[in-house]
């Protein structure tokens, strides 16, 4: 999956190098405010990313916190519901509608799912005859009519033809253009009450379909249908073929609705579902060089230990023998000394051995929480970070392991 998106980002990736050429530890605010803007993030939403950061030198983490935080609507929970599961799928003519509801059915099927279509858009031309044709390379059964019919009609048909035969899913297309705007938002509010109609409950999803092409200027027509009949989540197509893949943050931060699949190539198998967290590294990846450093910085150390090793080896025989004599003269009350020293080493040992394991369990505690250490107040607290805000909570070391304090 991962791979998937980080080849579809390759674009972006190009226009960020534009600005930003060479990999770098930290950035300064000057510079991320031009590879976002060249990245098509929206410029509102770029000045309040830079001004929740306190930071003058910003490193990975920090960035990686502040994209994560525009994209915390991203999460979808998926209605309960009676069989069928109908799905109204909304979008601009050209966005790639057609496509995406072959790329979805197949999904479903891949599951084991059965899925039945329903050939809604009956106002453009050849729109039901493409559709046909997905139908028949997939093997999927569908229900049509003839253009310039009641799109309505269509619908409750599909519907009832899927609750007749048991179907799993149903997915209708719709119209992305009528005469006016008006004559839009009535045939598709008239479509969704049909639904309803035809089984309680339904259209259980409405999914807007956007051409990542189009960037920000994507926004302005995604608010505009999420008036009409309101948005359940979207699917951003052709982000494989377009630099603008930063305009995802500023979509996701604007419409306050779940990015649920991205389109990442023309095949039917190229619908993948969308994940923040690898999709902010995807485009993090491109900028950063802090894990390079790191490995740099253990190469450095295991060469400083291979050197002292070789040095070791090399002292005198003789100094070697001189010291192996001394010890065998010591005194009884140097051999006490010794075993009280020992004992002190053991106690010492478990502490570290302790503060060892407390940090390793806050090393752990963070990455699965997904946080980020803005600052330790004791050795058993600390304030964490993870939303816009300087500081999100704090935690506290407690039985052993860290949790967040009530």
Same mark, same amino acid.
């Given at each position: 999956?991962?791979?998937?998106?980080?080849?579809?980002?390759?674009?972006?990736?190009?226009?960020?190098?534009?600005?930003?050429?060479?990999? =770098?530890?930290?950035?300064?605010?000057?510079?991320?405010?031009?590879?976002?803007?060249?990245?098509?993030?929206?410029?509102?939403?770029?000045?309040?990313?830079?001004?929740?950061?306190?930071?003058?030198?910003?490193?990975?983490?920090? %960035?990686?916190?502040?994209?994560?935080?525009?994209?915390?609507?991203?999460?979808?929970?998926?209605?309960?519901?009676?069989?069928?599961?109908?799905?109204?799928?909304?979008?601009?003519?050209?966005?790639?509608?057609?496509?995406?509801?072959?790329?979805?059915?197949?999904?479903?099927?891949?599951?084991?799912?059965?899925?039945?279509?329903?050939?809604?858009?009956?106002?453009?031309?050849?729109?039901?005859?493409?559709?046909?044709?997905?139908?028949?390379?997939?093997?999927?059964?569908?229900?049509?009519?003839?253009?310039?019919?009641?799109?309505?009609?269509?619908?409750?048909?599909?519907?009832?033809?899927?609750?007749?035969?048991?179907? &799993?899913?149903?997915?209708?297309?719709?119209?992305?253009?009528?005469?006016?705007?008006?004559?839009?938002?009535?045939?598709?509010?008239?479509?969704?009450?049909?639904?309803? =109609?035809?089984?309680?409950?339904?259209?259980?999803?409405?999914?807007?379909?956007?051409?990542?092409?189009?960037?920000?200027?994507?926004?302005?027509?995604?608010?505009?249908?999420?008036?009409?009949?309101?948005?359940?989540?979207?699917?951003?197509?052709?982000?494989?073929?377009?630099?603008?893949?930063?305009?995802?943050?500023?979509?996701?931060?604007? %419409?306050?609705?779940?990015?649920?699949?991205?389109?990442?190539?023309? =095949?039917?198998?190229? %619908?993948?579902?969308?994940?923040?967290?690898?999709?902010?590294?995807?485009?993090?990846?491109?900028?950063?060089?802090?894990?390079?450093?790191?490995?740099?910085? &253990?190469?450095?150390?295991?060469?400083?230990?291979?050197?002292?090793?070789?040095?070791?080896?090399?002292?005198?025989?003789?100094?070697?023998?001189?010291?192996?004599?001394?010890?065998?003269?010591?005194?009884?009350?140097?051999?006490?000394?010794?075993?009280?020293?020992?004992?002190?080493?053991?106690?010492?040992?478990?502490?570290?051995?302790?503060?060892?394991?407390?940090?390793?369990?806050?090393?752990?505690?963070?990455? &699965?929480?997904?946080?980020?250490?803005?600052?330790?107040?004791? &050795?058993?607290?600390?304030?964490?970070?993870?939303?816009?805000?300087?500081?999100?909570?704090?935690?506290?070391?407690?039985?052993?392991?860290?949790?967040?304090?009530?």
């Amino acid at each position: 999956m991962f791979g998937f998106i980080k080849k579809s980002l390759n674009k972006t990736v190009e226009a960020i190098k534009t600005v930003a050429p060479t990999k =770098k530890i930290t950035f300064t605010k000057d510079e991320l405010e031009d590879i976002l803007l060249e990245a098509d993030v929206e410029y509102e939403l770029v000045e309040i990313i830079l001004r929740e950061i306190y930071q003058e030198e910003v490193t990975r983490e920090i %960035l990686r916190s502040k994209l994560l935080a525009t994209l915390r609507y991203a999460e979808y929970k998926e209605p309960e519901f009676i069989p069928p599961f109908v799905e109204l799928i909304v979008g601009v003519n050209g966005a790639g509608k057609t496509t995406t509801i072959a790329k979805l059915a197949k999904r479903y099927k891949d599951e084991g799912k059965s899925v039945l279509l329903g050939a809604g858009d009956t106002f453009r031309a050849a729109a039901i005859e493409q559709l046909t044709l997905w139908a028949q390379k997939l093997d999927i059964p569908i229900v049509s009519s003839k253009q310039g019919h009641d799109s309505s009609a269509v619908a409750y048909d599909a519907i009832d033809s899927a609750r007749a035969k048991n179907i &799993d899913h149903v997915i209708i297309d719709t119209a992305g253009r009528l005469h006016t705007q008006t004559n839009l938002a009535n045939e598709l509010k008239k479509i969704k009450r049909i639904c309803n =109609k035809a089984h309680p409950g339904s259209p259980h999803r409405t999914l807007l379909i956007i051409d990542g092409t189009q960037g920000n200027s994507a926004i302005i027509q995604a608010q505009a249908f999420n008036e009409m009949i309101g948005i359940d989540g979207i699917i951003i197509t052709k982000l494989d073929g377009t630099a603008k893949g930063g305009s995802i943050f500023s979509i996701a931060y604007a %419409l306050e609705l779940p990015i649920l699949y991205v389109g990442t190539g023309e =095949k039917p198998e190229n %619908l993948t579902p969308f994940d923040k967290f690898e999709f902010v590294d995807g485009l993090l990846d491109a900028l950063f060089v802090e894990e390079a450093k790191e490995e740099s910085q &253990d190469s450095s150390k295991e060469e400083i230990v291979e050197q002292e090793s070789v040095q070791e080896e090399q002292e005198p025989q003789e100094e070697i023998q001189e010291v192996q004599e001394e010890e065998q003269t010591k005194s009884v009350d140097e051999t006490t000394d010794k075993e009280e020293t020992a004992t002190e080493e053991k106690e010492e040992e478990k502490i570290d051995e302790a503060a060892s394991q407390k940090e390793e369990a806050l090393e752990k505690f963070l990455i &699965d929480e997904r946080l980020i250490l803005l600052k330790m107040l004791s &050795d058993d607290v600390a304030f964490v970070n993870y939303s816009n805000t300087p500081v999100d909570t704090e935690i506290i070391y407690k039985d052993g392991k860290w949790q967040y304090k009530k």
